[in-house]
């Protein structure tokens, strides 16, 4: 299983721009990134997913470089409700059915 | 927009007795999970479900543990004599897809405390 490595806390402010960034240099050629998002007491929700180059949606934009050794989500303008932990998983190809979640990144907002 | 229901939120427990978490997934998904998260813990996978039989399960969902599907909307999470440590979060998941490229979808989560 490929290991993601990514920072356990991170400090912002509202209105600022957030990028989270995640290794994975064992990622495999079928693998995809995922980012989940955790707020207290609550299940993880799905943000984003990409197999490479840039993905954006409503919420969030991830971007894979060339290599896929890293991904970084990125965040605009947050406010005090992005304040959670921000989980990237690296699905499991060949079908597995399971989701493994490391730390996390616990990214507080501040006023 | 559709979504994961989980009953009871909180549920207290005597170690030793036998309980039953409860879930309805998203109506046309056909993968669920299980997964536990101890407080201030990570989030840990313990079974997948699908076609009516575990497809995948953990080194934690031992024989304490058990699934069911019992009818078409209701999948369940039994543990049959409560430990101290199974107090946890528990989130049953489901998502349309199994593999990679699937998104899944969390509910709440059941409280368990274990005293």
Known sequence: ?111 | EPEVTQTPSHQVTQMGQEVILRCVPISNHLYFYWYRQILGQKVEFLVSFYNNEISEKSEIFDDQFSVERPDGSNFTLKIRSTKLEDSAMYFCASSRLGGENTEAFFGQGTRLTVV
């Open chain 1, 1 to 111: 299983l490929a290991k993601t490595t990514q920072p356990i806390s991170m400090d912002s402010y509202e209105g600022q721009e957030v990028n989270i960034t995640c290794s994975h240099n064992n990622i495999a050629t079928n693998d995809y990134i995922t980012w989940y998002q955790q707020f207290p007491s609550q299940g993880p929700r799905f943000i984003i997913q990409g197999y490479k180059t840039k993905v954006t949606n409503e919420v969030a934009s991830l971007f894979i470089p060339a290599d896929r050794k890293s991904s970084t989500l990125s965040l605009p303008r947050v406010s005090l409700s992005d304040t959670a932990v921000y989980y990237c998983l690296v699905e499991v190809s060949g079908g597995y059915n399971k989701l493994i979640f490391g730390a996390g990144t616990r990214l507080a907002v501040h006023p």
